[in-house]
């Protein structure tokens, strides 16, 4: 992953995860978190809308950061790549599906919860990470104990985060950035309530850049 696509990840603090199950939902979203000062999306690929959806949010704005999530195999990789996405994100960590990605010159940020998969990782030249499923994997003391022998990885933990605990996250040292799906429920995407989505993006921009 590009240092600069890092730097913008880690300049949003929080990263909207999406799950978007209607394409009709795409674009109202995006204008939502555009507006409201939150142009970062991480589109989840857990429903037959995503690969539309991404493409959707990428034509009406281009200059939005927006990723795939749940990405599994290289065959989503390349719907992911050729719909928009700049960056990749998965639950755990495949070398194949890493390899792919570092072969299709699009970033990667796979998913990892122990020792033996940051070394992996590190195997593999990546050193920004999901910390995946950050709350049920121990937290933030699992992470501190990753950071201190790991001296190179950062990492995007996601899994559990919200409003009362995601600055407690970010104030931990190689912590760039937080997923998270408080402010874009998918309950509220699904109802069309795009003014609650954009008063709970303001609110998540403001609590991590108080």
């Avoid at 409201?36 to 690929?45: D, Y």
């Avoid at 792919?100 to 919860?113: F, R, S």
């Avoid at 950035?177 to 429920?185: D, L, Q, R, S």
Wanted: net charge negative.
């Amino acid at each position: 992953m590009s240092q600069q696509l890092i730097e913008k990840l880690k300049g949003f603090k929080v990263i909207p995860v999406i799950q978007i199950n209607n394409v009709e939902q795409a674009v109202p979203l995006a204008k939502t978190l555009v507006e409201n000062g939150l142009p970062v999306a991480e589109v989840t690929f857990r429903t037959e809308a995503a690969e539309d959806a991404i493409r959707l949010m990428r034509e009406a704005y281009p200059s939005m950061c927006i990723g795939a999530g749940t990405v599994l195999n290289a065959a989503q990789v390349d719907r992911a790549k050729t719909a928009g996405a700049e960056f990749i994100v998965a639950p755990g960590l495949n070398p194949n599906t890493v390899r792919y990605c570092q072969e299709q010159d699009i970033a990667m940020v796979p998913g990892v919860n122990n020792p033996s998969q940051v070394e992996q990782a590190l195997e593999l030249g990546l050193t920004f990470l999901k910390f995946f499923p950050a709350e049920a994997s121990g937290g933030i003391n699992m992470i501190k104990s990753l950071l201190a022998p790991y001296v190179d990885v950062a990492f995007m933990p996601t899994g559990g985060i919200g409003k009362a605990n995601v600055n407690d996250y970010l104030a931990i040292d190689r912590v760039h950035c937080c997923g998270g799906t408080w402010m874009v429920a998918p309950a509220l995407i699904e109802a069309g309530d795009w003014d609650e989505i954009g008063r709970l993006v303001r609110e998540a921009v403001e609590l991590v850049n108080p």
